[in-house]
C-alpha cells in the first residue's frame, strides 16, 4: 500500500542518542547520524509527510528548559534543510512516565500530529523507531513498523539505519506523484535528485 506519512523517532533515528539517562540539551551536543539528512530528503521527495515524534523527558526532570528543546530542534531543522531536507513537524512529549496521554507507547503524539494534518491515515503511515517503544505505538496505531536495530520484534522490519529503512518504504511506493513533485519543487530540492538509486 502506498503510504503518505513516515513518523521518526528523533535520537538514534536521526542523531546520535546521549548517553544513558541523559539528553540532547544544547545544539552543539546534536551530531546528526551517517545518512539521515538524505534519508530525509528521499522521503521529502516522494511526497510523504515527515514527522518527528519524541520522548523528552528531561524536561520533566529539570535537566533541560523548554527553551533549550527549542533551540535544538532549530538546530536539527537547519542541519536538515542545509541538506536540502526539511521535517513537517516535531511533536514532543516532555513528561514523566506514567502522568500523560503521549509518551511513547501511548499515541497522543500521534493523535496531535493528525488534529494538525488531518489527512494522516495511521494505515498508511510507517513508525521508523531505535527502540520496541516506538514500535509499541506503531502497533496501537496499526502502522507499519521498522526498527532500526537488529533486535527482533515480530511483525516489524529491520533497518540497518534512517536512510536504509527511509529505502524500504519508498521501494514500495512506485514512481513519485504529481502532489510528489510539485512538493518537492516547491521546498527547493532539485527533482533530478532521486536518493541512492533504489528504484
Ligand atoms: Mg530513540
Ligand atoms: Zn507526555
Redesign the pocket.
Known amino acids: 500500500m502506498r503510504l503518505t506519512t513516515v513518523f521518526l523517532d528523533r535520537d538514534g533515528v536521526l542523531n546520535r542518542p546521549a548517553p544513558e539517562g541523559d539528553y540532547i540539551k544544547s545544539p552543539d551536543e546534536l551530531e546528526m547520524l551517517d545518512g539521515a539528512v538524505e534519508a530525509v530528503r528521499l522521503l521529502n521527495e516522494q511526497g510523504l509527510l515527515v514527522l518527528v515524534v519524541t520522548n523528552q523527558r528531561g524536561i520533566a526532570l529539570g535537566r533541560m528548559r523548554p527553551t533549550d528543546l527549542e533551540r535544538v530542534h532549530a538546530a536539527l531543522r537547519s542541519r536538515l534543510a542545509a541538506g536540502g531536507a526539511r521535517l513537517d513537524g516535531i511533536y514532543h ?3 514523566e512516565k506514567d ?5 511513547k507507547p ?1 499515541t ?1 503524539l500521534f493523535a496531535r500530529a493528525q488534529r494538525d494534518h488531518p489527512e494522516i491515515a495511521f494505515a498508511r503511515s510507517a513508525v521508523i523507531g531505535d527502540s520496541a517503544t516506538d514500535m509499541q505505538a506503531a502497533e496501537r496505531i496499526g502502522a507499519r513498523s521498522i526498527l532500526i536495530s537488529s533486535e527482533v520484534l515480530e511483525g516489524v522490519e529491520n533497518a540497518a539505519s534512517l536512510l536504509d529503512a527511509a529505502n524500504l518504504v519508498v521501494g514500495g511506493q512506485g514512481p513519485p506523484t504529481a502532489r510528489a513533485r510539485a512538493s518537492a519543487r516547491s521546498s527547493g530540492v532539485p527533482t533530478s535528485i532521486t536518493g541512492s538509486g533504489s528504484r
Open positions: 512529549c516532555p513528561h502522568s500523560c496521554e503521549c509518551r501511548l497522543g
